[in-house]
């Protein structure tokens, strides 16, 4: 008798932690409430879930804050994308939402 392996519970679902996930939504709120961001929207694929900030609700998004982890001993690694690129890559999310201080920012007049 030969058995048949689930494909769903070869992988774990990654989701971010409540503390992470409120110092993503805190970065956000003062992007918000300054007028540059408007919408997000969070994302879930295999061994990685995602934050997706929008100027835009129709758009591509701006930036997305990835959390990546193969294994479940293993440690994540957080990555913050544009819309071509790889902006920050760290171990520790305080290190990408630090890098938000260094993007320009929307001035308005």
Same mark, same amino acid.
């Given at each position: %008798?030969?058995?048949?392996?689930?494909?769903?519970? /070869?992988?774990?679902?990654?989701?971010?932690?409540?503390?992470?996930?409120?110092?993503?939504? /805190?970065?956000?709120?003062?992007?918000?409430?300054?007028?540059?961001?408007?919408?997000?929207?969070?994302? @879930?694929?295999?061994?990685?879930? %995602?934050?997706?900030?929008?100027? @835009?609700?129709?758009?591509?998004?701006?930036?997305?804050?990835?959390?990546?982890?193969?294994?479940?001993?293993?440690?994540?690694?957080?990555?913050?994308?544009?819309?071509?690129?790889?902006?920050?890559? /760290?171990?520790?999310?305080?290190?990408?939402?630090? @890098?938000? /201080?260094?993007?320009?920012?929307?001035?308005?007049?």
């Amino acid at each position: %008798m030969s058995s048949i392996s689930n494909p769903k519970k /070869s992988r774990r679902q990654l989701y971010f932690s409540r503390a992470e996930l409120g110092a993503i939504l /805190s970065a956000y709120s003062a992007r918000v409430a300054a007028g540059e961001w408007r919408d997000y929207a969070l994302d @879930h694929q295999n061994g990685v879930v %995602m934050f997706s900030i929008f100027r @835009h609700t129709l758009e591509t998004p701006l930036f997305v804050i990835e959390k990546r982890q193969r294994y479940p001993k293993e440690t994540a690694q957080f990555l913050l994308r544009d819309r071509k690129r790889v902006l920050c890559k /760290s171990g520790q999310l305080a290190n990408l939402i630090n @890098h938000f /201080s260094k993007l320009p920012r929307l001035v308005s007049g």
